[in-house]
């Protein structure tokens, strides 16, 4: 028995199949995350070292030398980029795509676990971060104090970084801007002379007193008590007193020949907000979490988090990839909705029928919503790409159905019982059929097979519209002749409706004219063959020529958003002072001369490298990194 039959002969089966897609599809819909595009791991691995209190031409010599020569021989490796600047060694080291990115990583971490017991003693162990997608920011946050200035990291770390850090998908939560909290130990090197002790002895001595030492345990009845002794200073004052040598029998204290300072880290990078100080936080997401749903609880926190923070504390959004996401998401949509409208009154104007209508209409919704079960089960997200491929096949998934449906009407119509009709008519055309959507998945197919970024990038949307197309397939050789058996009846045994009786008088004399010129056309056509195939191929060469010479090609179209992100680098050498006051002339001017301007957002100075986002764009003493919010349009 064919498909078609045992559809037509078991319709209530036929209608759970189709009702079980619907439902689990629309199930999965409301899982999958929402994005602007596919996650996409990119192929390139980041070494980053810090060397605190080195110049770039150190930097480069001592680590960023000895790690490019033991990492050029990692396998498939295309290109390393290296960055080598004042504190910070940077290695960017890409890779062909389709590498296995987690065998590579295994391999870097290899070779610099090797090469770092070579490099200089005052570098930190090298950073290695993959790049994917997700290390975009979700959110930055801007907070600008004035009494609370000198507490503000401490501040914005304990309440407001942890508590964001808590919302489920949310990665890392980062500070930067804000100056920490430092404890200074200046030494008089006169002092240092007199009593004879270096100032390695006193580093040890530093080390070895602020620790909390295990003790051991002891039981008391049925209690076993874990035993700790607290060493570690709680309060600056208190490493006055550490003892750091002798002389003559009498103990040397610290505060002998040194001046302890609690104060605050100076030249680090700095954060300005509309003129004011700032701090800034960067939410980055968990991998597969949804980027609308984690900025819209972070902002809903922040408001609740604002009830418990010193009053003077203002946090701002600067950056916010969630909108932007929200608008391309929300016009597909509106695009997809209002496609799906004219589909439906494009085929009730050519079918002239409300049930005809009714049968093929309910093809779109089962093959898009049953493209979410794919999405879902591959750990993709709803973004641009997926629903560019709803919005490709939307007019497309009617139209196996439309010939099925037209045939089975004919049969009906030549007195065929609607049952016999259903089958026979589907059997004729199924051929025709299947071959005609194998074209369309002919031409997407292939679409994921392709390499490169292009191929990470579309291979969805591949997938997508084969799997669309091929339900649509699947919908007009089972669900369609099934309702077509149950709805259609031959015109002579309905009633005129209201509707039957409009169309028949305003639409069919306008449906006769059509095919009437498109007979006189035809024949035209086929009696002037020789002036056919030459007009047809001059329109052909000349679309050819005139695509060739004007129409440019790039790989993704130019976005527009409210968000701007500029970077303005200023002489090598720049004491970030000045750097600083060029940073607010411009600032100000932008401004001025700009009303829609909203919010101007800059940083100047080095990244902290414990802050992996801020490290990998471009800082220093010279560089200045401006982040532009203009109002709504």
């Given amino acids: 028995m064919k498909i078609y039959e045992t559809a037509v002969k078991n319709p209530v089966g036929t209608s759970l199949i189709?009702?079980?897609?619907?439902?689990?599809?629309?199930?999965?819909?409301?899982?999958?995350?929402?994005?602007?595009?596919?996650?996409?791991?990119?192929?390139?691995?980041?070494?980053?070292?810090?060397?605190p209190g080195a110049g770039s031409d150190d930097v480069e010599a001592n680590v960023t030398r000895p790690l490019e020569d033991v990492l050029n021989s990692t396998e498939s490796i295309k290109e390393i980029t290296s960055q080598s600047r004042d504190g910070m060694s940077m290695l960017m080291l890409e890779f062909d795509f389709g590498t296995n990115m987690d065998n590579v990583m295994n391999d870097v971490r290899d070779k610099v676990d090797m090469i770092s017991g070579f490099l200089p003693e005052g570098a930190e162990d090298p950073m290695?971060?993959?790049?994917?997608?997700?290390?975009?920011?979700?959110?930055?946050?801007s907070a600008t104090a004035r009494e609370s200035a000198g507490a503000l990291y401490k501040i914005l770390d304990e309440q407001v970084a942890n508590p964001l850090n808590r919302i489920p998908g949310v990665g890392t939560v980062a500070v930067s801007g804000a100056p920490e909290r430092e404890i200074q130990v200046n030494i008089m090197p006169e002092k240092l002379e007199a009593y004879n002790i270096s100032l390695e002895q006193i580093a040890q001595v530093i080390s070895a007193e602020n620790v909390n030492v295990p003790a051991g345990n002891f039981d008391?009845?049925?209690?076993?008590?874990?035993?700790?002794?607290?060493?570690?200073?709680?309060?600056?004052?208190?490493?006055?007193?550490?003892?750091?040598?002798?002389?003559?029998?009498?103990?040397?204290?610290?505060?002998?020949?040194?001046?302890?300072?609690?104060?605050?880290?100076?030249?680090?990078?700095?954060?300005?907000?509309n003129g004011e100080?700032?701090?800034?936080?960067?939410?980055?997401?968990?991998?597969?979490?949804?980027?609308?749903?984690?900025?819209?609880?972070?902002?809903?926190?922040?408001?609740?988090?604002?009830?418990?923070?010193?009053?003077?504390?203002?946090?701002?959004?600067?950056?916010?990839?969630?909108?932007?996401?929200?608008?391309?998401?929300?016009?597909?949509?509106?695009?997809?909705?209002?496609a799906l409208v004219i589909v439906g009154l494009v085929v009730l104007f050519f079918l002239g029928r409300w049930r005809a209508t009714v049968i093929i209409m309910v093809t779109i919704p089962i093959s898009l919503i049953g493209s979410f079960i794919y999405l879902y089960l591959t750990g993709n997200s709803i973004n641009i790409i997926s629903l560019s491929a709803l919005s490709i096949t939307i007019g497309m998934v009617v139209d196996d159905a439309i010939v099925v449906l037209e045939n089975i009407t004919t049969h009906i119509e030549r007195g065929s019982r609607p049952k016999q009709a259903a089958v026979y008519g589907t059997e004729e055309v199924s051929l025709s059929i299947i071959a005609s959507t194998l074209t369309i998945v002919a031409v997407f197919l292939p679409m994921t097979m392709v390499g490169g970024?292009?191929?990470?990038?579309?291979?969805?949307?591949?997938?997508?519209?084969?799997?669309?197309?091929?339900?649509?397939?699947?919908?007009?050789?089972?669900?369609?002749?099934?309702?077509?058996?149950?709805?259609?009846?031959?015109?002579?045994?309905?009633?005129?409706?209201?509707?039957?009786?409009?169309?028949?008088?305003?639409?069919?004399?306008?449906?006769?004219?059509?095919?009437?010129?498109?007979?006189?056309?035809?024949?035209?056509?086929?009696?002037?063959?020789?002036?056919?195939?030459?007009?047809?191929?001059?329109?052909?060469?000349?679309?050819?020529?005139?695509?060739?010479?004007?129409?440019?090609?790039?790989?993704?179209?130019?976005?527009?958003?409210?968000?701007?992100?500029?970077?303005?680098?200023?002489?090598?050498?720049?004491?970030?002072?000045?750097?600083?006051?060029t940073g607010h002339k411009i600032a100000q001017m932008m401004e001025k001369q700009h009303p829609e301007v909203e919010i101007v957002s800059f940083a100047v100075g080095q990244a902290s490298d414990d802050n992996a986002w801020a490290a990998m764009q471009d800082n220093g003493s010279n560089i200045l990194s401006y982040n532009i919010r203009l109002t709504e349009a």
């Fill in 18 to 51: 189709f009702i079980g897609v619907v439902i689990i599809g629309f199930m999965f819909y409301r899982q999958l995350p929402i994005d602007l595009y596919p996650e996409i791991d990119m192929n390139i691995i980041s070494v980053m070292t810090s060397y």
């Fill in 128 to 141: 290695i971060l993959k790049f994917s997608s997700d290390m975009i920011p979700v959110i930055i946050l």
């Fill in 220 to 273: 008391i009845g049925s209690q076993t008590y874990m035993l700790r002794l607290e060493g570690e200073f709680s309060e600056s004052r208190e490493l006055n007193n550490i003892i750091v040598g002798s002389n003559q029998g009498r103990p040397i204290y610290l505060r002998d020949l040194a001046v302890v300072k609690d104060t605050l880290q100076d030249r680090i990078m700095e954060n300005y907000t």
């Fill in 277 to 338: 100080r700032s701090a800034s936080l960067v939410v980055q997401k968990q991998s597969g979490s949804n980027t609308v749903a984690i900025a819209n609880a972070v902002k809903k926190e922040i408001v609740e988090l604002k009830k418990n923070l010193p009053p003077d504390i203002e946090i701002v959004t600067v950056m916010d990839t969630s909108e932007y996401v929200k608008v391309s998401i929300n016009s597909l949509l509106e695009t997809i909705l209002l």
């Fill in 453 to 581: 970024f292009a191929g990470v990038m579309f291979k969805q949307l591949g997938w997508m519209v084969t799997i669309i197309i091929s339900l649509s397939l699947i919908i007009a050789m089972t669900l369609t002749p099934m309702m077509s058996a149950k709805m259609m009846r031959a015109d002579k045994d309905k009633k005129m409706s209201m509707f039957d009786r409009w169309y028949n008088k305003n639409v069919l004399p306008l449906l006769d004219k059509l095919d009437k010129g498109y007979s006189r056309l035809v024949k035209k056509v086929a009696t002037n063959r020789r002036t056919t195939v030459t007009t047809v191929l001059a329109i052909f060469i000349l679309g050819v020529v005139i695509s060739a010479l004007t129409l440019k090609t790039e790989f993704m179209p130019a976005s527009d958003n409210n968000d701007i992100a500029m970077t303005v680098e200023m002489p090598t050498g720049t004491r970030m002072e000045l750097a600083r006051e």
